[in-house]
């Protein structure tokens, strides 16, 4: 059997998965590996750290340095990492709880700092792994282990939050639309400050189930029939867009990272320390 030229990008030995069949974070996984790949990035500089939960599950299965650190905390220790070995590029990987409800904390500040490395956030809109509670992306009125009656609060836009937290790179896909997605993650990993990728992912075991798209498909469904390009969006009113997923690249600017900042601090402190 031919051996595919990206296998060599996962832990063959972690295989088969635990993830349910059909979920999205396969998809993701498989987008990033194609992303890396596209690139031609060194695997021995990639480094890979996640928080806990079913997506956050990836570090496993991903064969480059990687870190499965504690529930929203893979931001934090992300940023460890960068500071620590620069050289490295490093993405945070994880869910809407993981990186937005605990973690929602450390995701803001990394965008505020602008953190040089990618954020990629696998919203199923759900917590996966403990069993289907509501999320801070829960949409509103959709049923959840925790809100059997209908979720009461409003959702979090991840996009809107990175831009307004200071991200330099924020965009936007779902595991329906492949192509686009190792595109902006192509791009997440070329950009130099805090990148954010946000991905609609299926979680139909849970989020699917409880709200009448008990298949994978039938979620794949729905991100291709709600979703719209950022171009096509802009000719639409506020009417039309209500419960469309705007996907596309956001925002892409450059902004001094925090390594900047701090790599100058030392290289004066250094220089006026030897004249005293
Ligand atoms: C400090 C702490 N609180 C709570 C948990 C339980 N817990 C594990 S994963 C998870 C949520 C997972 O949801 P998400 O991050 O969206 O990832 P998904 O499973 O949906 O991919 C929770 C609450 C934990 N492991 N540690
Ligand atoms: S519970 Fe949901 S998110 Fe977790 S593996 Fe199954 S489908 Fe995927």
Same mark, same amino acid.
């Given at each position: 059997?031919?051996v595919?030229?990206?296998?060599k990008?996962?832990?063959?030995?972690?295989?088969?998965?635990?993830w349910?069949?059909?979920?999205?974070?396969?998809v993701?996984m498989?987008?990033?590996?194609?992303?890396v790949?596209?690139?031609?990035l060194?695997?021995?500089?990639v480094a890979?750290?996640?928080g806990?939960?079913?997506?956050?599950?990836?570090?496993?299965y991903?064969n480059?340095? =990687?870190?499965h650190?504690?529930h929203?905390?893979?931001?934090a220790?992300g940023?460890g990492?960068k500071?620590?070995?620069?050289?490295?590029n490093?993405?945070?990987?994880?869910?809407?709880?993981?990186?937005?409800?605990?973690g929602?904390?450390?995701?803001?500040?990394?965008?505020r700092r602008?953190m040089?490395?990618?954020?990629?956030? $696998?919203?199923?809109?759900i917590?996966?792994?403990?069993?289907?509670?509501?999320?801070p =992306?829960t949409p *509103?009125?959709?049923i959840?282990?925790?809100?059997v009656?209908g979720?009461v609060?409003?959702s979090?836009?991840?996009?809107?939050m990175a831009?307004t937290?200071?991200?330099? $790179?924020v965009?936007?896909?779902?595991?329906?639309?492949y192509?686009?997605m190792?595109?902006?993650?192509?791009?997440a990993?070329e950009?130099?400050?805090?990148a954010?990728?946000?991905?609609?992912?299926?979680c139909?075991?849970y *989020?699917?189930?409880?709200?009448a798209m008990?298949?994978?498909?039938?979620?794949?469904?729905?991100?291709?029939?709600?979703?719209?390009?950022?171009?096509?969006?802009?000719?639409m009113t506020d009417?039309e867009?209500?419960?469309?997923?705007?996907?596309?690249?956001?925002?892409?600017?450059?902004?001094?990272?925090?390594?900047d900042r701090y790599s100058r601090?030392i290289?004066?402190?250094?220089?006026?320390?030897?004249?005293e």
């Amino acid at each position: 059997m031919a051996v595919s030229r990206l296998a060599k990008y996962l832990r063959q030995d972690r295989l088969p998965h635990v993830w349910c069949p059909g979920c999205g974070n396969g998809v993701v996984m498989k987008a990033f590996i194609d992303a890396v790949d596209r690139e031609g990035l060194d695997p021995d500089r990639v480094a890979i750290v996640s928080g806990i939960g079913c997506s956050s599950r990836v570090t496993g299965y991903l064969n480059f340095s =990687t870190m499965h650190t504690l529930h929203g905390r893979a931001v934090a220790f992300g940023t460890g990492v960068k500071l620590a070995r620069p050289e490295f590029n490093v993405i945070v990987m994880g869910g809407d709880g993981d990186m937005l409800a605990i973690g929602g904390n450390h995701f803001v500040h990394a965008c505020r700092r602008n953190m040089d490395m990618t954020m990629i956030v $696998f919203n199923n809109n759900i917590y996966g792994m403990t069993g289907g509670q509501y999320s801070p =992306t829960t949409p *509103f009125g959709k049923i959840a282990s925790t809100a059997v009656k209908g979720n009461v609060e409003d959702s979090f836009d991840i996009v809107q939050m990175a831009i307004t937290s200071g991200a330099t $790179f924020v965009a936007r896909s779902t595991v329906y639309h492949y192509n686009q997605m190792v595109r902006v993650i192509q791009k997440a990993l070329e950009h130099k400050g805090a990148a954010v990728v946000e991905i609609l992912t299926n979680c139909h075991t849970y *989020f699917g189930r409880y709200n009448a798209m008990p298949e994978a498909t039938r979620l794949l469904e729905f991100f291709k029939n709600n979703s719209v390009t950022i171009e096509k969006a802009k000719k639409m009113t506020d009417e039309e867009l209500k419960d469309k997923i705007v996907i596309g690249e956001f925002i892409s600017t450059k902004r001094e990272t925090y390594l900047d900042r701090y790599s100058r601090l030392i290289k004066q402190n250094l220089a006026m320390s030897h004249k005293e």
